[in-house]
């Protein structure tokens, strides 16, 4: 069965930093562009950040720029956010997700290409 677990996050105060992980399970890891969303209360999937297939291009949406670092170990099959200099709009919950299509680049960070989604896991940011 396809699976996506995160872990980690948890509350920081704003400047703060935070990390969150995902554990893939059940499909061919290194095939799939993997990427970060958000949602905040009231608010749609924001796309954080994605990485290609093999991990050599990261795409970052324009709110986490220079902020937050996406990486992936295709060997474990994990993905990783790195979360820096935080701010309490950064709060939310944080979902892992794979892209639908095996493409070596990634699709746009719409949610709309990403077809399996973790349970999602809590950042909260203080100010």
């Known amino acids: 069965q396809d699976q996506l677990v995160e872990s980690g996050g948890g509350s920081v105060q704003a400047g703060g930093s935070l990390s969150v992980s995902c554990e893939a399970s059940?499909?061919?890891?290194?095939?799939?562009?993997m990427g970060w969303f958000r949602q905040a209360p009231g608010k749609f999937h924001e796309g954080v950040a994605r990485v290609s297939r093999d991990g050599v291009v990261p795409y970052y949406g324009d709110s986490v720029k220079g902020r937050f670092t996406i990486s992936r170990d295709n060997a474990k099959k994990t993905l990783s956010l790195r979360m820096n200099n935080l701010k309490p709009e950064d709060s939310g919950t944080y979902y892992c997700?794979?892209?639908?299509?095996?493409?070596?680049?990634?699709?746009?960070?719409?949610?709309?290409?990403?077809?399996?989604w973790g349970q999602g896991i809590q950042v909260t940011v203080s100010s």
């Open positions: 059940g499909f061919p890891y290194d095939k799939h562009c």
């Open positions: 997700a794979r892209a639908q299509s095996t493409s070596f680049n990634c699709p746009p960070g719409d949610p709309t290409f990403f077809d399996l």
